[in-house]
């Protein structure tokens, strides 16, 4: 009788410690992200939206943290008074003189006509009436899904059914591509959609199509060097745009490290933010548009998500900050994740481009693509006359294609991106169609080098647009100093700043290295053999010079 009542004993000790084990190591870390302290916290930059939960106070562990390489933060150390009165400043200086960046966009250069003008239709990209008749069986069709996903949870909701709105500002973007570029110079619909994509609340999250064709493919234990790979999400917001998302997982302070190679190098949020305001300033606009944002990961991907694979890599990290990691082909551990703090995260948000059903892209090798290999070279590394035979190839012997990769060449050299290896463009536009720079997350890695060997597009075949020439040159101007209008231009995004001084002082000095090039490049074969307005100009023996006195 004795033996049994202390079996009993044991048991429900046993029952005990198991129960407390699960309060203490379960339930509790849920229980103090709910009872975390509200006073002193900072302030988010979009105060309207209503999702983000309050933040730790600046005094926690966690938002102290900042340890190289480990799970991404928000570390912009500008508390919200000193923002206030940052962005007065701002302000008042608008009040008075004009800005470099003001004056720049009204240089005649950025108000001169493109050539060739856009006649009718076939300057467009899409077609009005198909686009939106596509938009409105897509937004038809999610919302069926949505509401099967309810059901299967048994869920009931009282949200009513998506609505279309052709005005939003993510369809009038896509319907104002045209023959010169993704959007034009004056249009009132980019500043509008940044500001949507930075305020917008997610109604849905997921990988992207390539990823989730790749999941599972994969053996986790075969990855050596997972710094090289990358996490991005595909975000919807309630106006039915879509996003790509880029988590932070590098400090802007960080540089690459010497001794890695392109193909490993971490990619990098806000080299994409700083991407799309370069190439605005060189009057580009081939890069979409792209804006930071703090998430809040828990309510913005989490509990909109309906991939099962996603809610499945969400985890709670030591120091209470929620986290998330990819499956294969990508980042298979924890250690890789990137965390909020505890949920805010900061990432870059890519505009999407038109569905590949309403306008196709052809994506085509670089023919200055790299080995991505640890010893091979392709034979533009070891061949300096490689340009010559590039120049006998179709396309490039015929069209504005070879000066648009030189164009590419130039904007890559500026952010320092080796991982240039394919290119796409619109099928519709042709064969003299602009390129379009996407994925550009691995620049801005190394400010102290300046890898030459991107530039050797316009190295070897010693070739520029009037145009881009005309825009370098004024750039390296005191008036409109490149560095002092990126500086300008990125301020006006919530992740200021963007980039670290450095990176912005090399901006110059890549500018001259340009520059010098092209002055090279005039010595050798005279001005008629180099700059030109139209591929012609140069691939005929008895084109005229270009004259560029104007």
Known sequence: MLGLRRDRLLTLMLLGALLS?????????????????????????????????????PDSAAATTSRPGEAAHNFSQVQPGERNIEQGGRSADRQGLASKL??????????????????????????????????????ARWNRRHKAYKEKLNQTSSEAPLQFQHEASWVQFQLGINRHGLYSRSSPTINKLLHDMRHFPTISADYSQDEKALLGVCDCTQIVKPSGVHLKLVLRFQDFGKAMFKPMRQQREEETPEDYFYFIDFQRHNAEIAAFHLDRILDFRRVPPTVGRLLNVTKEILEVTKNEILQSVFFVSPASNVCFFAKCPYMCKTEYAV????????????????????????????????????????????????????????????????LNIIDMAIFDFLIGNMDRH??????????????????????????????????????????????????????????????????????EDQLTPVLTEPHLLALDRRLQVILKTVERCIAIHGEQNVVATEASELLDPNSNQVDLAS
């Not at 309060?23 to 992200?33: A, D, E, G, S």
């Not at 001169?112 to 008749?133: K, V, W, Y």
């Not at 080098?449 to 825009?471: A, F, G, R, V, W």
């Open 339 to 402: 965390c909020g703090n505890p949920h805010l995260l900061e990432g870059s948000l890519s505009a999407f481009l038109p569905s590949l059903n309403l306008a196709p892209r052809l994506s085509v090798p670089s023919p200055w693509i790299r080995s991505y290999s640890l010893a091979r070279k392709e034979e533009w590394e070891v061949n300096p006359l490689y340009c010559d035979s590039v120049k006998q190839t179709y396309p490039y012997n015929s069209s504005n294609r070879l």
């Open 21 to 57: 084990a699960d309060l203490y190591f379960h339930l509790w870390p849920q229980v103090r992200l709910q009872l975390r302290p509200r006073k002193g916290r900072r302030s988010c930059s979009c105060p309207d939206s209503a999702s983000h939960p309050p933040a730790p106070p």
């Open 422 to 491: 394919h290119y796409e463009m619109f099928t519709k536009f042709g064969d003299d169609g602009f390129l379009i720079h996407l994925d550009n997350a691995r620049g801005f890695g190394r400010h102290s080098h300046d890898e030459l060997s991107i530039l050797s597009p316009l190295n070897q075949c010693c070739m520029i647009k009037k145009k881009t020439l005309l825009h370098l040159r004024l750039l390296a101007h005191p008036d409109y100093k490149l560095s002092d209008v990126m500086r300008e231009s990125l301020q």
């Open 102 to 139: 003001q004056n720049l966009f009204a240089h005649p250069l950025y108000r001169a006509l493109e050539e060739p003008s856009l006649q009718g239709p076939e300057d467009t990209l899409l077609s009005s009436r198909e686009a939106l008749r596509y938009y409105l069986r897509k937004v």
